[in-house]
């Protein structure tokens, strides 16, 4: 693991893009590799002992909408990803996008990157160097001072922007480290936007250190990625309702159904996933 700078790299040709051909059509994205027991075994992902029970976990989904989002950037560009992650926790998105990589049958799937780095307020090092980052930086996105000196195809920001006390700011600061026609993949608890201003409010005068500080809707999404002069591409809820064990969730159908709901209501709480582009 290293903690030099970010290297200046400014001189990469940038690839034409690719129309993707499925269009972000959930419906069409592999779910079995899912049942594969390796996933949810991995010390990684923390789950508790009930939660490995059911055969197509809930709580897996905000690493499946990622995973599949990467592939539709990988197949949009035609060459492997130059992918930096933002708040990397204990490296789950990196195990999960291996372990995918690995299983899913459909090859227009699949994902292959070039280089995938790790940056963290508070980063895990070791546990980060097993998962098999790239590289691991110490850096924080809620600061003034977070600069780029190496330039993304893709941002992963999975869980993060909910802990940054001005959203809109914070994600400026990562459009900066992407390549024109780069992309950030984001998702975060979701309420519906009449319900955010109060739940807000009420966070951030309980908040720990780096907890959650800010509270997002759909519209809330959408106008902080405009703000931030990104396009929006996808958005969407993940679940009905998740519950760990639930019997329901040892069917492929029952994932399936949250998934459409989540398509339908994204405002339903729970999770919201999206994708946004930086323009080219």
């Known amino acids: 693991m290293s903690s030099r700078p970010l290297r200046a790299n400014h001189t990469l040709p940038l690839p034409s893009l690719q129309p993707d051909a499925n269009g972000y059509e959930i419906h069409n994205w592999e779910v079995d590799f899912l049942r594969n ?4 075994r991995s010390e990684f992902f923390g789950i508790e002992a009930k ?9 897996m989904l905000r690493y499946w909408f990622g995973y599949h ?14 992918i930096v992650e933002i708040g990397t926790h204990n490296g789950q998105m990196l195990v999960f996008a291996k372990l995918a990589a690995s299983r899913v049958r459909d090859p227009a799937q699949a994902l292959h990157w070039a280089s995938w780095l790790g940056i963290d307020a508070v980063p895990k090092r070791e546990v980060l160097n097993f998962a098999g980052y790239d590289e691991v930086f110490k850096a924080n996105i809620d600061t003034a001072d977070f600069t780029w000196l190496e330039y993304f195809d893709t941002a992963i920001c999975l ?6 006390s001005d959203p809109g700011e914070a994600l400026r600061r990562v459009a900066e480290g992407l390549r024109p026609g780069g992309s950030i993949i984001g998702g975060s608890p979701v309420l519906p936007h009449f319900m955010v201003a109060q739940r807000e409010r009420h966070l951030r005068k309980t908040a720990k250190s780096l907890g959650h500080v800010s509270v997002f809707s759909p519209t809330r999404v959408r106008e902080f990625v405009a703000d931030a002069g990104l396009e929006l591409e996808f ?3 993940a679940f009905f309702m998740r519950h760990k064990g639930f019997l329901c969730e040892n069917f492929r159908t029952w994932l399936k159904f949250n998934l459409r709901w989540g398509e339908l209501f ?3 709480p729970g999770e919201i996933h999206w994708l946004a582009r930086k323009p080219r």
């Open 266 to 268: 994204p405002w339903w």
């Open 51 to 59: 939660a490995k029970t059911v055969r197509y976990p809930i709580r």
């Open 235 to 237: 958005i969407s809820g």
């Open 69 to 82: 989002l990467l592939a539709s950037e990988y197949k949009r560009r035609g060459r492997p990803l130059n």
């Open 159 to 164: 869980h993060i922007f909910e802990h940054t």
């Open 37 to 40: 027991r390796e996933v949810l």
